[in-house]
């Protein structure tokens, strides 16, 4: 398939982000996932090569590129350390590309090139207690008296929050109207009312932040309505399907540093008098874990390429979404076997793959959710 072959320009962007992954992003990825640290100078490096911008019109600051661009550099970012991997693509395909894709002229002029530019982090809330997969139900409200927004509630397991300059945040108008009653909005982060804790513990990604956000009384001018009120939700699943795209590639990324960790230890580890790459059970493994990396690449390099060619990809990306994360967790857990005891503990980066690619199958749509829109696109599509 020719649409999956890089083109110069794209094996340049690969060429550069891989480099720098190698030289900034592994060889601190596990200090930070021990004192789970955001990294400002991670993220500086990254707006050095201008990752944060990739989607973005080069008039308003942006990198250019579209999804094959974001997949191609989350997935070497990823590769290195998928804590900033988590960082980016919150920021880049969430944060930036609402206001991007949804916002006026006078909002995207005022943000989009402060944060394409790398200037500022966005952050992207909308999961709340409770809520989980029923993202529709929301409680954080919203009403508009005398040109402002009044918003209460609170929302959790916000990425960047804390270090953002702007958290786009989803609120409903009237929750009788359910999904259609739902708005989203630009919140700066030094808005009165608007306090961010910091949540500790999680399993894996622990050098990105993690947040629970709580709104009391904030008040957002009405120029921050991105959009039209009511229509917050659609503008949700839209920015939801097509960062689908970009978190599995975060997947493979991880996946391929498993098996390069796999691959290494597997020719150097002796057992019964030889390296244990040529033992039949462990080149079984490593040609399984090859396959998942290859097939999840696949998958998403072409709902990328279908994205920007304007061509339908909801369930092409959902696809590689289902496919790449539960390969990830496959890919990990094979290459923690590979290493046997010594990858159980965390002197071994697959302790920390393992990790940090649980979560994947659970963010932007769980498995299940992936397999309810796979399954009824398909349904749709072959009706009796």
């Not at 480099?19 to 050095?48: Q, T």
């Not at 693509?89 to 002229?105: D, K, N, P, R, W």
Request: aromatic share 8%.
């Amino acid at each position: 398939m020719t649409d999956l072959l890089l083109t110069e320009d794209e094996r340049m962007l690969q060429a550069t982000v891989r480099r720098f992954a190698d030289r900034e992003l592994a060889p601190r990825a596990r200090e930070a996932d021990e004192r789970e640290e955001f990294s400002w100078d991670v993220w500086k490096g990254m707006a050095a090569l201008g990752l944060p911008g990739i989607g973005v019109d080069p008039a308003l600051g942006g990198s250019g590129g579209g999804y094959r661009q974001m997949a191609i550099a989350e997935e070497e970012v990823a590769r290195g350390d998928a804590s900033a991997s988590v960082t980016l693509v919150a920021h880049m395909s969430l944060g930036v590309q609402t206001i991007y894709q949804f916002g006026s002229e006078e909002q995207k002029s005022r943000y989009v090139p402060l944060l394409a530019g790398g200037d500022g982090i966005a952050a992207w809330a909308l999961t709340e207690p409770g809520g989980g997969s029923d993202a529709a139900a929301l409680r954080t409200t919203a009403a508009l008296e005398d040109g402002l927004y009044h918003l209460n509630g609170s929302k959790t397991f916000i990425t960047n929050a804390d270090v953002a300059r702007a958290i786009v945040l989803f609120a409903t108008l009237d929750r009788s109207q359910g999904s259609r009653g739902i708005a989203a909005f630009i919140v700066d982060t030094d808005a009165p009312g608007l306090t961010i804790h910091k949540q500790h513990g999680k399993m894996g990604m622990r050098g990105s932040t993690t947040t629970e956000v709580t709104l009391e009384d904030v008040r957002v001018p009405a120029e921050n309505l991105i959009g039209e009120e009511g229509k917050g939700f659609r503008y949700a699943m839209d920015i939801l399907d097509s960062s689908r795209i970009v978190i599995a590639a975060q997947c493979v990324g991880i996946a391929q540093a498993a098996l390069e960790a796999a691959l290494s230890y597997a020719q150097q580890r002796q057992s019964f008098g030889r390296p244990i790459a040529q033992h039949q059970a462990i080149q079984f493994m490593l040609a399984d874990m090859a396959t998942d990396v290859y097939a999840s690449r696949v998958a998403t390099m072409h709902a990328a390429t279908l994205k920007d060619n304007g061509i339908p990809y909801i369930n092409e990306a959902s696809m590689a979404k289902l496919l790449a994360s539960e390969a990830a967790v496959r890919v990990t857990s094979k290459a923690l076997q590979v290493h046997g005891g010594y990858g159980y503990f965390k002197e071994s980066p697959v302790e920390r793959y393992f990790r940090d690619a649980r979560v994947t199958t659970i963010y932007e749509g769980t498995s299940e959710v992936q397999r309810l829109i796979i399954a009824r696109q398909i349904l749709a599509q072959y009706q009796v």
